[in-house]
């Protein structure tokens, strides 16, 4: 089977053909793909990539265009798996009663206006308000079980990233928050991860499938609980929503946890990790932060924008239409790399430059725009705010230690550091 095959075939004619070497753009690798962004950018902005059989957008206007164009670009395939389910994981995944498919990011208008109406509602800033006591209680013991250790090393993804935002939104839907469910959700989310956005084989695909078999399982117990128990969190406020006349299901309540679940921690643990990384790369950035906290919010915009979690995301197209002047058939399926749209020098002067007083720096599309448009966005930058308020006034001196650079997960879609490993001067 080729790769074409084992990816799913596309079953409409292209008309953008990319050219041998693809201008160094590798979909799955993530080490450094900015480079190949800018020359995409350059030398092909619409460049059909026969290796994935999507066409690859890379400029800061086609992309806000086509998220803001929701009738013609269709969010259907956001959630789909970039290589088709192979028949033992797909058999699993079956016999598991595994029928989730996306909570809001891949359902179109009513539905997704409908859904997301309810889960607004419930995702309100006064449940941030009263999560923020925990979340910096959460930061600051770990900060002193890092400088608790016998040497001044830490991996700042393991020791930092990896539970807070695990613990903030597992409390947000009423979850319980000892260190083995912790770890559980991190197995499913890497699963979910896996499952949908790498190029697994049907053999690796197994493991996955069982895993989400489980997360869905959990999440429909959550929906149950909240039905029997109630409680002052989000699911019981969609529940109780639903028994005062919402227009909303049991089994939608449910595939919103599903994606909450993993988009609540999974973008937010890069997104800490990659703002440590970033600002200590730049040593004058991480200065100016100690000097002026305030600073710190402007800092999170400019890292989301330089090195966000999410740097490509996926539409397919509803009717023949064209962009830049490219056509592109009816069905054909898109991918937009919001990380070379975030550095294109027609809307970021010096955009391949990290400066945390750039004015509009929050115009990035990491969080994507128009209807979609992030959800939890504030409690992502309100959890990365804290860690950088925490940690540059605990440790300073903190720098980067890693001598080979910081190697990153395979990934079509999202951009996760394996470690920042870092050091600081001991008193």
């Known amino acids: 089977m080729s790769r074409t095959e084992a990816l799913g075939g596309c079953p409409v004619a292209h008309a953008a053909t990319a050219p041998a070497g693809n201008h160094g753009y590798e979909p799955f690798k993530q080490d450094d793909p900015f480079p190949s962004y800018a020359a995409l950018r350059q030398k092909q902005p619409v460049m059909f990539d026969e290796r994935t059989n999507l066409y690859v957008v890379s400029t800061y206007d086609d992309i806000k265009a086509i998220f803001d164009d929701w009738e013609t670009f269709s969010s259907e395939n956001a959630q789909a798996p970039v290589r088709s389910r192979g028949p033992q994981a797909t058999q699993i995944m079956n016999d598991g009663g595994f029928t989730v498919y996306s909570g809001l990011s891949a359902r179109r208008p009513p539905e997704h206006t409908r859904i997301r109406a309810v889960a607004q509602k419930a995702f309100t800033p006064r449940r941030f308000k009263v999560l923020e006591p925990m979340i910096r209680e959460n930061v600051k013991g770990s900060i002193q079980n890092m400088l608790a250790k016998d040497t001044p090393h830490a991996d700042i993804v393991r020791d930092i990233a990896y539970s807070l935002p695990t613990i903030t939104i597992l409390t947000l839907i009423g979850e319980k928050t000892d260190p083995k469910t912790i770890d559980q959700y991190k197995r499913w989310s890497d699963s979910r991860a896996a499952m949908t956005w790498s ?229």
């Open 199 to 427: 190029n697994l084989s049907d053999e690796e695909q197994i493991p996955h499938a069982h895993n989400l078999v489980e997360y869905w399982s959990r999440c429909r117990e959550l929906v149950h609980q909240a039905h029997e128990e109630g409680g002052d969190n989000l699911t019981a406020d969609m529940v109780r929503d639903q028994e005062n006349g919402a227009e909303i299901d049991d089994h939608e309540i449910a595939s919103l946890l599903y994606s909450l679940l993993f988009a609540g921690h999974e973008t937010t643990t890069t997104l800490i990790s990659n703002a440590v990384r970033v600002l200590l790369a730049h040593r004058d950035q991480w200065d100016a932060i100690i000097e002026e906290p305030k600073k710190i919010s402007k800092a999170i915009d400019e890292v989301l924008r330089y090195s966000g979690s999410i740097v490509a995301w996926r539409r397919k197209a509803l009717k023949d239409t064209e962009i830049g002047g490219v056509p592109i058939p009816e069905g054909a399926e898109l991918l937009l790399l919001m990380g070379s749209a975030n550095r294109d020098e027609k809307r970021f002067e010096n955009g391949e430059a990290f400066d945390i007083g750039r004015k509009n720096a929050r115009e990035h599309l990491s969080f994507g725009f128009g209807i979609h448009y992030c959800l939890g966005n504030m409690l992502a930058k309100l959890q990365t705010k804290i860690a950088l308020e925490e940690l540059s006034s605990a440790i300073p001196s903190m720098q980067l230690d890693e001598p080979d650079g910081v190697p990153f997960r395979e990934n079509i879609s999202m951009r996760i550091p394996h470690h920042v490993h870092v050091t600081w001067n001991e008193a």
